[in-house]
Nanobody, 126 residues
Framework: QVQLVESGGGSVQAGGSLRLSCAAS????????LGWFRQAPGSEREFVAG????????RYADSVMGRFTISRDKPRNTLYLQMNSLKPEDTAVYYC???????????????????WGQGTQVTVSS
């Protein structure tokens, strides 16, 4: 069974940076895509960034392109999200998620991910 545990959230002023981590366990992830989603109060959960574990191929939402970087440490089975130039609108609970198969492209839909972490809060103040 896949287990995903996020860490690294917190409060930061606009323009600041945070790095989220997701410790993944329970599987060999070579046939998985791993991703980050976020959900703000009153909003639907949305795709932020995703990565194909075996190759490192990445995909980003337009809203974070050029500010956020997704990466992974394969020996440590850890996924990262480096967030720079943070804006108040980045405030949300951030979730790590895993999607098995779907190796033609990195998926972006919530329903394409079958395993989820518990989430970590990111708050950006103006």
């Amino acid at each position: 069974q896949v287990q995903l545990v996020e860490s690294g959230g917190g409060s930061v002023q606009a323009g600041g940076s945070l790095r989220l981590s997701c410790a993944a366990s329970g599987r060999t992830f070579d046939t998985y895509n791993l991703g980050w989603f976020r959900q703000a109060p009153g909003s639907e959960r949305e795709f932020v960034a995703g990565l194909r574990w075996i190759s490192g191929t990445t995909r980003y939402a337009d809203s974070v392109m050029g500010r956020f970087t997704i990466s992974r440490d394969k020996p440590r089975n850890t996924l990262y999200l480096q967030m720079n130039s943070l804006k108040p609108e980045d405030t949300a609970v951030y979730y790590c998620a895993a999607s098995h198969g779907r190796l033609l492209e990195v998926p972006v839909q919530v329903h394409e991910y079958g395993d989820w972490g518990q989430g970590t809060q990111v708050t950006v103040s103006s």
